[in-house]
């Protein structure tokens, strides 16, 4: 299975931007998806994950600006980012677990910068 991000990109602070991670295959084996972002020397972390039943869960930093939203019928998770800051500057990677074979999935980064 291959999880495709798009929609990075730069931006000004303030602006908004959409990414989208689409499945090869159907999502609904995964018990949940959502967005982790990286920068570098620093760890991977949690930025939004949605799960099969509609449960989200949003880190603290991006609550009231970003919506994660899950269309299993064409097999896509979305991060709709919005009132974007500086330190919002990551590599954005899509992630997919299945809670019955304890198996994550990565999808490859889409790079998101803002500038001041």
């Known amino acids: 299975v291959q999880l495709q991000a798009s929609g990075g990109g730069s931006v000004q602070a303030g602006g908004s931007l959409t990414l989208s991670c689409t499945s090869s295959?159907?999502?609904?084996?995964?018990?949940?998806m959502g967005w982790y972002r990286q920068v570098p020397g620093n760890q991977r972390e949690m930025v939004a994950t949605?799960?099969?039943?509609?449960?989200?869960v949003y880190a603290e930093p991006v609550k009231g600006r970003f919506i994660i939203s899950r269309d299993n019928a064409v097999r896509t998770v979305s991060l709709q980012m919005n009132s974007l800051k500086p330190e919002d500057t990551a590599v954005y990677y899509c992630?997919?677990?299945?809670?019955?074979?304890?198996?994550?999935?990565w999808g490859q980064g889409t790079l998101v910068t803002v500038s001041s």
């Open positions: 949605v799960s099969n039943d509609g449960k989200i």
């Open positions: 295959e159907s999502i609904l084996r995964w018990t949940n």
């Open positions: 992630w997919a677990f299945d809670f019955g074979t304890l198996y994550t999935h």
